[in-house]
C-alpha cells in the first residue's frame, strides 16, 4: 500500500474520519472504538481480555423505535389509514435478554417453530409478552408445532395468528380450534418469480388457488382469515427489486380483501436491510415503506378496500448490530506466492460467523481497536482454534481485507454479528475443534442504569460433558483443575447511566 495509513484507507475506502461516527451504530472519539456512543470497546478489551462478546441490548430498542419513527413519517407523507405492526423475528436469536428486550421495546412476536411457541407461551404467561401483542406462526407446521399453537389459543392469547403454509395445516387446525381462530396465508411466489441465487424460499406458501381453497375451507365456521403474507426473502438491498417483487402481491391482496371483508393485515416477511455489515452500505427504510404504503393505498382505492394493517417481521434489522466480538491476532504466517499474510485469531472465524460460508458474499464490518496509524496491507485472517482449511475470511471472491500493520496482540472488533450467528453456532455447544466459547459481556439498560452480566468462557468441562465424556472416563488432569470457581459464576453489577459522558472511556475503566 506504499506507505498509505489504515486511516487513508478508511478514508478512502469509506470516506470516513477516523474520529466522530463512521456508521449509525460504531464511532470513534480519542482513538477509542464505541458501540452506540456509550461502550467503549478498547475498554472492554482492557478489563475482560479478548476474545470477548459485547452485547449491548439498548441497540434492539433503538433499533425498533427508529422503524416506527420511520413508519408514523411514511404513513403521514402517504395518508395512510392502515397501523404499522413490527413483529420481531425471534429466529434472528431467541437468547431470553434479546427476546425481553425486543417486547419491552414495543415488538410483536414471529415465530417459526413448536419451542418458538413454548417460549412464547411462558413469556405470555410470566406477563413478559402482553397479551395486546400479535403473534405470527410461520413456516411448515408439524404436529408439535401445531398442537403447542393450539394450547396457546385454548389458554386464552387471541392474538395469535398461524400463517398458512399448506393445507393441511389448515385443515388441522381449524378443525381441533374450539374457539375462533385468525389466520394468515403466506402466498408461494410464481416460480418466475423466484431468485436462482435463492431458491429455498421457493417452498414456502400456497399458491393461487390453494389460498382460494383455503378461503373456501373456512367458509361458515367460526374462523376467518385476516392476513396475506408475501415475504420476497431476507436481507434484500434494493428496494427497487423488491417493490417490483411485492407489487403484484400488493394488488393480490386488494383483490383478494374486495372478496373477502375479514382480509385486514398485509405482512411483507423479513428481508429488512441493516448498515450492520458494511459501512458503506445504507438503505432508506423510511422511503421503502412510504413506497409500499404508496401502493397499497392505491391498490385499495382501486378495489374499494381500507388500507390495511402493515406487519413487518423484523429479524437481522432488530438485531444485528447490538452485539460484538472481539479477537485477537495471536501470530502472523506469511503468506506464499505474493498471497496476503495471515493473522491468525484467537477464536473460529467459522464457528462464531457461520454466515461467512453459509451466506454467499456475507461480509462483517471488521475494524482494529488501535493502530489506525500504522500503514495498511491486504490480509487475510484465520481461525487458530479449528484446523479447517474452510477457517478464514475473506472468503474467495469477496474484496481484499486491509487491516492496519500491527501483526500479534491486535485486537479486532467484528461488528454485527448479532442475528442468526449463534442460533447457527448453536449457543452454548460443542463446537468444531473444541473451540470454547468466548466471555460474555451482556449491557442492558434498567431505568437509568445500566446492568452488567458477565459469564465466564465456555469451560473443557462443560464441552466434554455435552459430548458425553465425564471426568471419570477421560483424565484431564485433576477434578479440581476442571471445576474453576470461574466455571459456573456469573457476575453482575449495576452502574448509572450519565447521559452526557461516553460509558468505559479506556482512562476511566470500571
Ligand atoms: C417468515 C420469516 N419472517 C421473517 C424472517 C426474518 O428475516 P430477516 O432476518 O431478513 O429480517 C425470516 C427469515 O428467514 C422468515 O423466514
Given at each position: 500500500m506504499n506507505g498509505t495509513t489504515y486511516i487513508d484507507h478508511l478514508a478512502h475506502r469509506y470516506g470516513v474520519q477516523p474520529e466522530g461516527q463512521l456508521n449509525p451504530f460504531i464511532s470513534r472519539h480519542d482513538g477509542q472504538l464505541y458501540l452506540d456512543e456509550r461502550i467503549c470497546l478498547n475498554a472492554l478489551a482492557e478489563q475482560y481480555g479478548a476474545p470477548l462478546e459485547v452485547s449491548y441490548l439498548p441497540l434492539i430498542t433503538k433499533q425498533i423505535h427508529q422503524m416506527q419513527t420511520y413508519a408514523a413519517a411514511a404513513r403521514t407523507a402517504a395518508g395512510y389509514t392502515g397501523a404499522f405492526v413490527y413483529a420481531y423475528a425471534t429466529k434472528a436469536n431467541f437468547a431470553e435478554e434479546v427476546v425481553r428486550t425486543a417486547l419491552q421495546s414495543g415488538a410483536h412476536y414471529e415465530t417459526s417453530s413448536a419451542a418458538d411457541i413454548i417460549i412464547a407461551h411462558q413469556l405470555w404467561r410470566q406477563g413478559?409478552?402482553?397479551?395486546d401483542r400479535y403473534m405470527f406462526c410461520n413456516g411448515s407446521k408439524d404436529l408439535g408445532y401445531r398442537k403447542a399453537i393450539l394450547a396457546l389459543r385454548d389458554a386464552g392469547h387471541e392474538l395469535l395468528i398461524p400463517i398458512v403454509d399448506d393445507l393441511d395445516e389448515l385443515a388441522y387446525l381449524s378443525s381441533h380450534c374450539h374457539v375462533p381462530m385468525q389466520f394468515g396465508v403466506r402466498v408461494r411466489f410464481d416460480i418466475g418469480d423466484v431468485d436462482p441465487d435463492h431458491p429455498g424460499g421457493e417452498r414456502f406458501g400456497l399458491t393461487h388457488s390453494e389460498i382460494d381453497s383455503a378461503i373456501a375451507m373456512l367458509a361458515g365456521t367460526q374462523h376467518r382469515i385476516v392476513l396475506y403474507h408475501a415475504m420476497v426473502g431476507s436481507q434484500i438491498e434494493d428496494a427497487h427489486v423488491w417493490k417490483i417483487q411485492l407489487s403484484a402481491a400488493v394488488e393480490r391482496y386488494a383483490a383478494q380483501a374486495h372478496k373477502l371483508p375479514s382480509l385486514h393485515m398485509f405482512n411483507f416477511g423479513g428481508?429488512?436491510?441493516?448498515?450492520?455489515?458494511?459501512?458503506d452500505f445504507s438503505f432508506d427504510c423510511q422511503a421503502f415503506l412510504q413506497t409500499l404504503m404508496t401502493a397499497l393505498a392505491d391498490a385499495c382505492a382501486e378495489h374499494g378496500v381500507a388500507h390495511p394493517d402493515l406487519v413487518g417481521e423484523f429479524g437481522r434489522y432488530t438485531v444485528g448490530s447490538h452485539t460484538v466480538y472481539l479477537m485477537e491476532v495471536g501470530a502472523v504466517k506469511a503468506g506464499r506466492g505474493g498471497a496476503p499474510d495471515w493473522y491468525l485469531l484467537n477464536g473460529s472465524l467459522m464457528v462464531s460467523l457461520p454466515d461467512t460460508l453459509i451466506v454467499a458474499g456475507q461480509q462483517f464490518i471488521i475494524l482494529p481497536l488501535d493502530e489506525w496509524h500504522l500503514p495498511a496491507r491486504p490480509v487475510r485472517l484465520a481461525g487458530r482454534y479449528t484446523c479447517d482449511t474452510d477457517d478464514f475470511y475473506p472468503r474467495p471472491g469477496q474484496p481484499p481485507l486491509l487491516l492496519p500493520n500491527g501483526g500479534e496482540g491486535m485486537v479486532l472488533a467484528f461488528f454485527g454479528?448479532?442475528?442468526?450467528q449463534q442460533m447457527l453456532s448453536g449457543r452454548g455447544g460443542a463446537h468444531h475443534c473444541l473451540t470454547p466459547e468466548m466471555r460474555r459481556v451482556i449491557i442492558e439498560a434498567d431505568g437509568d442504569q445500566l446492568v452488567v452480566r458477565e459469564t465466564p468462557p465456555q469451560h473443557l468441562s462443560d464441552i466434554m460433558s455435552v459430548l458425553g465424556y465425564n471426568n471419570a472416563t477421560l483424565d484431564l488432569g485433576s477434578r479440581r483443575d476442571m471445576q474453576t470457581a470461574e466455571r459456573t459464576t456469573v457476575r453482575s453489577f449495576r452502574m448509572p447511566v450519565k447521559r452526557s459522558a461516553r460509558m468505559w472511556k479506556r482512562t476511566r475503566p470500571v
Open positions: 413478559v409478552l402482553p397479551a428481508g429488512m436491510p441493516t448498515d450492520s455489515y458494511q459501512l454479528v448479532g442475528a442468526y
